[in-house]
């Protein structure tokens, strides 16, 4: 048994959605059925973990033991795009 209802989508949604159907031959109600029971059909998804952060010392704060955190090779890199940024706006500076 089919029941009437009322769903609301984007202009541009429903006109891709429609000129699919037509291409298809069949209508937009079964291709909204079938949309619906493909995402019914799919496991639940996994929610996402949240990030792990470096461990930190009981002792009296800080980043704990064996983190080396300016040893990072990302902030090597950062650190030196920082530092040719600032050559580059004295060089501008001084070149006025």
């Known amino acids: ?3 009437h209802t009322t769903i609301r989508l984007s202009e541009d949604l429903l006109h891709r ?3 699919k159907a037509a291409a298809e ?4 109600t079964s291709l909204i ?4 029971r493909d995402v019914i059909a799919r496991p639940p998804a ?5 990030p792990v952060l ?3 010392s009981r002792a009296g704060g800080g980043f704990a033991e064996g983190f080396q955190f300016l040893n990072s090779p ?10 040719d940024e600032d050559n580059v706006a004295r060089v501008v500076k001084s070149s006025r």
């Open 74 to 83: 990302k902030l090597a890199t950062l650190v030196q795009e920082i530092e």
């Open 33 to 36: 059925e079938e949309g619906l």
């Open 25 to 28: 031959g069949r209508t937009l």
């Open 54 to 56: 470096p461990r930190v």
């Open 1 to 3: 048994m089919s029941k």
């Open 17 to 19: 959605a429609k000129l």
């Open 46 to 50: 996994t929610p996402r973990s949240q």
